[in-house]
């Protein structure tokens, strides 16, 4: 799994980077966690944005889908969190997601969806292997 941002670029706010290296830290129990700058080579992409096309997910949602992932045969997951500025359809349509990913209607700062994304991941790596979130 990917992140698309260097740590030290993508976070301003110190809370908001221990908070996200605290995810990565949980998702590591799951799957081989990187994050990076660019796009590495991957299997499937799933950007994080709220433009048209994108889905709101549940976290059930968001577990099925990883799930499916998973069992399709996927060992590369790239989980995209564009710059401040927004991504340009151009780079949208280059990347070709597999999933646009939103967190709702409001416009979030990159470093807190950066947050989110990794949160969810690791909620629904825990509804996949049948562990407690709050453990």
């Not at 889908?65 to 989980?79: A, I, P, Q, W």
């Not at 401040?84 to 939103?102: K, N, Q, T, V």
């Not at 909620?123 to 453990?135: D, E, F, S, T």
Request: aromatic share 8%.
């Amino acid at each position: 799994m990917w992140a698309s941002s260097r740590r030290s670029k993508l976070f301003g706010s110190v809370g908001a980077g221990q908070m996200f290296s605290d995810y990565v830290r949980r998702l590591d129990k799951f799957c081989r966690t990187r994050v990076e700058g660019g796009t590495p080579p991957c299997t499937r992409i799933w950007l994080c944005d709220r433009g048209p096309g994108s889905r709101m997910l549940s976290s059930e949602q968001l577990c099925e889908l990883l799930g499916k992932e998973l069992s399709s045969g996927v060992k590369s997951l790239e989980v995209v969190i564009g710059p401040a500025e927004g991504l340009r359809p151009e780079d949208i349509e280059r990347l070709r997601p597999a999933l646009r990913w939103s967190f709702g209607p409001a416009t979030l700062p990159h470093e807190l969806a950066a947050v989110v994304a990794a949160e969810q991941l690791y909620r629904a790596w825990c509804i996949l292997r049948n562990i407690p979130y709050h453990k």
